[in-house]
């Protein structure tokens, strides 16, 4: 029988990482105009690796790698703090924040067909089911958004969908022998520190010399990103992870959205219509029933916006 404490800290965590993640995507469309988005990410992931750095030595850990986890951390580095959120940045100029965060929500689709040709993990019928509906309700939400001339959607789109590919192998990767190898903490900080070497490169390829913003609500909505929405918040799910289990904890995929489509509308002015009422409603109910048949997927590391 679970402790009253236990159960109370479970509690705790689950609202703590299901607010903050949905609260990042809204602090990311208030960023991405201010400077190159190059830019932004490099100063948020340069800004998450010293934080990751100093909570490793807090807990007593050593960043001593073997070579084969920093190979694997460079990886992850590129595709999960690089190319998952350079994308991500991009696609906030199209759709609205929300929108974005429900689209990533089906995050575990992609992480269970990988996992099923890379590990050799079984699907389930409600899965695939879950998973069918959840994309039927995405639809009528890219239709409402079509529909109400909300920017170029496809565009959008196609940048979240580059990064969800992105996120989803770097979780699988995650889920590899030589994965389950390494410490956690180390790996994350480690990747986020090639992550953040990559996009400086890549930012000064693309943009030129390093750009700073004058004004402290950019840097504070970098210091929010970096430390509550990656240092704070990664600790805190894995913990969850191993005190509820995988499945339950994912059901964060099913907040995060509700809470940033709140937010875009507070903050954003996102109107809401029959048909946006419908794919939200028929997303979440997908979402549902594909997490209840998903015992059999590979465990997901958890992308936060």
């Known amino acids: 029988m679970t402790a009253p404490s236990s159960t109370a800290r479970n509690i705790a965590a689950f609202i703590t990482v299901s607010l903050i993640w949905g609260s990042t995507w809204l602090v990311i469309k208030d960023q991405i105009s201010a400077i190159p988005p190059g830019w ?18 807090v807990r007593g850990e050593s960043l001593r790698m073997p070579r084969e986890g920093l190979r694997l951390a460079a990886v992850i580095g590129l595709l999960q703090f690089c190319g998952n959120f350079q994308l991500v940045y ?38 695939l089911i879950g998973s069918g509906v959840a994309m039927g309700g995405i639809a009528l939400l890219m239709m409402h958004e079509y529909r109400g001339g909300q920017g170029d959607v496809v565009t959008g789109v196609l940048f979240t969908l580059g990064g969800i590919l992105c996120a989803s192998a770097s979780n699988v990767l995650q889920a590899t022998e030589t994965g389950r190898r390494q410490a956690v903490v180390p790996l994350i900080t480690w990747a986020m520190i090639f992550g953040a070497v990559i996009d400086a490169g890549l930012a000064y390829g693309m943009y030129g010399a390093p750009v700073l913003d004058p004004y402290p609500r950019y840097w504070a909505g970098v210091a929010y990103l970096a430390i509550a929405g990656s240092v704070i918040t990664f600790p805190v799910y894995f913990a969850l992870i191993r005190a509820i289990g995988p ?59």
């Open 40 to 57: 932004t990410v490099t100063w948020r992931f340069t800004g998450a690796a010293v934080g990751m750095c100093l909570l490793t030595l």
């Open 90 to 127: 991009r696609a906030e100029h199209y759709v609205a924040s929300g929108l974005v965060a429900v689209l990533y929500a089906l995050l575990m689709v992609p992480n269970a067909l990988l996992a099923r040709v890379m590990l050799g993990t079984r699907l389930q019928a409600r899965f």
């Open 247 to 305: 499945g339950r904890a994912a059901y964060s995929n099913v907040v995060v959205p509700v809470v940033a489509m709140a937010l875009s509308t507070l903050f954003e002015g996102y109107r809401w219509t029959g048909l946006a009422v419908a794919g939200s409603v028929v997303v979440m109910a997908g979402l549902l029933i594909a997490l209840s048949g998903r015992a059999s997927v590979a465990k997901p590391a958890r992308n936060d916006g």
